[in-house]
């Protein structure tokens, strides 16, 4: 089966406005389509909501910015996309399994972190990068556009 051109379009939307704020009413009016049937769909063809991947999306991205250590928490949650740093480490913590800045010492290798934490960090993190590599491969899947073959009489 081939991936559905609508959830493909709206992945392709969040892609690009993902450090903007993207909400579901936007979605509803950009694509009009309804907002349960776009919610629904989503779900159906990827298992994860559209918050969920939006909020995936952005947590990861800000996993690169935690190797700066110079870089604060509130700048990095800003550069993600979440518009307090409170509600960034909440969704972070969610979906990592410890706060940001737990986070940051496990990818500079802080020696004073339990081996189950970096466990629990790596899990969750090769969990999202699974999420993303299905969303990818789903982007990929769409239907080839069919030509339309003109008779030569229209020529």
């Known amino acids: 089966m081939f991936s559905n051109k609508l959830v493909v379009d709206i992945l392709t939307y969040i892609n690009k406005n993902l450090y903007k704020k993207i909400s579901i009413s936007e979605l509803e009016k950009f694509f009009h389509y309804n907002r349960d049937y776009i919610m629904r769909l989503f779900k159906r063809e990827l298992g994860i909501t559209i918050v969920e991947y939006i909020n995936i999306k952005k947590v990861y991205s800000s996993i690169n910015l935690l190797a700066d250590g110079d870089c604060s928490l509130l700048k990095i949650s800003i550069l993600s996309g979440f518009y307090s740093q409170e509600y960034y480490?909440?969704?972070?913590?969610?979906?990592?399994?410890?706060?940001?800045?737990?986070?940051?010492k496990f990818i500079l290798r802080d020696i004073n972190l339990s081996l189950k934490t970096a466990n629990t960090i790596s899990k969750n993190i090769d969990s999202i990068q699974q999420k993303l590599k299905i969303v990818d491969k789903y982007m990929k899947n769409l239907e080839p556009e069919t030509k339309t073959k003109v008779l030569s009489i229209f020529k």
């Open 89 to 104: 480490s909440e969704i972070f913590k969610k979906y990592i399994g410890c706060s940001p800045s737990i986070c940051r």
